[in-house]
């Protein structure tokens, strides 16, 4: 894979370890043509916004649950008001001037939490196939992530009082075993797992 896309600072893991599968398979394209890294980059935005309308539209309970799992992290996702309140703030974002190395601006951050049943769908949405795995707790590990290739992975933590099993993160590993995550690679097979405070593996989506 040439090169990774970037979140920059905002929460949108579970969208972007989709897209980096897409970019990873080459079915990010425009009239034919691979989209380069910085296109997609500067689509992110509009992306996300197109995502999440027609959601709210065509599977509402999907939409309920996006919100209600993001309103759970927080300040000051708490106060997002609705689907439509984060597609305003995401156009916003897009609309400031970004300092040089970021993606957007953002002083008071931007996050979208996707449940597990919404990657499903998004992977969907996004032309790819999928198999969606409750695999409970397994281990965070880098010999267990490696089990897992070409995969969208849950990351959990303690507690696991809601109903996702703790998931906190998404993060994707491609086929070659290399982690993606807050737009970095790092080859499992030769170097250490980066510091991530998670603890094991609720679930796994096994891209086909």
């Known amino acids: 894979m040439s090169g990774v896309i970037?979140?920059?600072?905002?929460?949108?893991?579970?969208?972007?370890?989709?897209?980096?599968?897409?970019?990873?398979?080459?079915?990010?394209k425009e009239f034919g043509k691979d989209l380069p890294l910085n296109d997609i980059q500067q689509r992110l935005g509009a992306e996300l916004i197109?995502?999440?309308?027609?959601?709210?539209?065509?599977?509402?309970?999907?939409?309920?649950?996006?919100?209600?799992f993001t309103q759970s992290f927080g300040p000051p996702y708490s106060g997002y008001?609705?689907?439509?309140?984060?597609?305003?703030?995401?156009?916003t974002e897009m609309t400031k001037t970004r300092p040089p190395g970021e993606m957007y601006y953002n002083q008071g951050g931007m996050g979208i939490a996707l449940p597990p049943q919404a990657v499903q769908d998004y992977v969907r949405f996004a032309g790819l196939k999928a198999n969606p795995t409750?695999?409970?707790?397994?281990?965070?590990?880098k010999?267990?992530?490696?089990?897992?290739?070409?995969?969208i992975i849950a990351c959990g933590r303690d507690p696991k009082t809601d109903q996702y099993s703790g998931l906190r993160?998404?993060?994707?590993?491609n086929p070659q075993g290399c982690l993606v995550n807050?737009?970095?690679?790092?080859?499992?097979?030769?170097?250490?797992?980066?510091?991530?405070?998670?603890?094991?593996?609720?679930?796994?989506?096994?891209?086909?």
């Open 6 to 28: 970037d979140q920059g600072r905002w929460g949108i893991c579970g969208f972007v370890s989709v897209l980096n599968a897409l970019h990873e398979q080459g079915k990010l």
């Open 81 to 91: 008001k609705g689907i439509d309140d984060i597609c305003t703030r995401i156009a």
């Open 169 to 173: 993160h998404w993060i994707y590993v």
């Open 182 to 208: 807050w737009g970095t690679s790092t080859d499992l097979a030769k170097d250490s797992l980066p510091a991530m405070n998670f603890g094991y593996i609720p679930f796994v989506v096994q891209l086909l």
């Open 134 to 141: 409750l695999v409970g707790t397994l281990p965070f590990t």
């Open 50 to 68: 197109t995502y999440l309308k027609m959601t709210k539209v065509e599977r509402p309970a999907i939409a309920s649950a996006i919100l209600a």
């Open 143 to 151: 010999d267990e992530l490696l089990k897992h290739k070409d995969c």
